[in-house]
């Protein structure tokens, strides 16, 4: 089968397309040919090794895991003997560790993978749930969220649209910032309101917020205090400059009454399902800035690192 690999760490042009040996699935796997999947922050992370404290998990000189790729959709292939679930046919979607970069993948029955939503494309599918379960993750540090007022800083990433629609399913009061171009998008997810930072910062508006949600890792909470209502909750994705955030949160919880938390993301089958659920109610929906074929993966890694695409980038594998 076709997969993109890298056998070194180092810029996008590491990675190049070859012929691979094709998984055979164990008895409680399923084999998954692959339609459709993304170029994410973490598999640029992972590629890159950076921070390099990363390489104490992925290998210390080379990387143990040759193929990225953590987000799918596509069809069941083959399955396990013990499978009970899946059937040959089966359209599916859902997160993997690695190896979603490849026409095919093997994943356990168990993983977090569910029948795909219906009415919706591969494309989509494969765009739904990375950033959605990033921001599940750090929205339920601050539950209960409804009626209550939460700021999500980096609206129109992959993260943040996912985490605008999901404060608003989940019944808060939600303020977006995003830049100029993506405010008719990011009003269109549901945000009650909406701020361009290119025009103002939302740090010296004097309003406040029970909950702010930095959905890109790029703001402080230093800079943030101020717009925190008293005992409300700074929520980062990132471990921030020399991991500062994690020694944040453990001072917060006994200094001050404005405490910090840092979402830890763990995969599940339930939250995969959760998802679907939502889409097929029409409460969800995945946004796509753009989709490469398998073969231009460099270039779509190359965009993703400008850090200014909207949604997601999807890379389509086959039709």
């Avoid at 993304?38 to 390099?52: E, H, I, M, Q, Y």
């Avoid at 921030?240 to 009454?257: C, K, M, N, Y």
């Avoid at 800035?289 to 890694?301: C, G, H, K, Q, S």
Wanted: hydrophobic residues 40%.
């Amino acid at each position: 089968m076709r997969a993109v690999v890298h056998d070194r760490y180092g810029a996008p042009d590491v990675l190049r397309l070859e012929d691979v040996e094709r998984p055979v699935p164990m008895d409680d796997e399923v084999l998954i040919k692959i339609h459709a999947t993304t170029v994410s922050r973490t598999d640029c992370g992972l590629r890159s090794a950076k921070p390099f404290i990363t390489r104490f998990f992925t290998g210390l000189r080379q990387p143990k895991r040759r193929i990225l790729g953590m987000e799918l959709a596509g069809e069941v292939e083959a399955v396990g003997a013990a499978v009970t679930e899946f059937e040959v046919g089966d359209h599916v979607f859902g997160v993997t560790g690695s190896g979603a970069h490849a026409e095919f993948v093997c994943m356990r029955e168990s993983a977090p993978l569910a029948h795909k939503p219906a009415g919706m494309s591969f494309d989509q599918a494969a765009a739904v749930c990375d950033g959605a379960s990033l921001a599940l993750a750090c929205l339920r540090t601050a539950d209960p969220l409804k009626g209550r007022s939460i700021l999500v800083y980096g609206a129109s990433g992959s993260v943040g649209t996912a985490a605008v629609q999901l404060a608003k399913y989940f019944g808060a009061d939600v303020t977006a910032v995003c830049n100029t171009k993506n405010v008719e998008l990011v009003k269109s997810l549901g945000a009650d309101e909406v701020i361009d930072y290119t025009q103002e910062d939302f740090t010296k508006n004097g309003k406040t917020y029970d909950v702010i949600f930095d959905a890109v890792g790029k703001h402080s909470f230093r800079r943030c205090r101020r717009s925190l209502k008293p005992g409300g909750l700074y929520v980062e994705t990132d471990l921030g400059f020399l991991w500062h955030v994690p020694v944040l949160a453990l001072l917060t919880r006994r200094i001050g009454d404005k405490k910090v938390t840092l979402g830890i993301t763990r995969y599940t089958k339930e939250d995969v399902v959760f998802l679907k659920e939502l889409v097929e109610a029409g409460k969800y929906r995945a946004v796509i800035d753009r989709r490469y074929p398998l073969e231009d993966v460099v270039e779509a890694t190359e965009y993703v690192e400008t850090g200014q695409k909207t949604g997601n980038v999807v890379l389509t594998v086959c039709s």
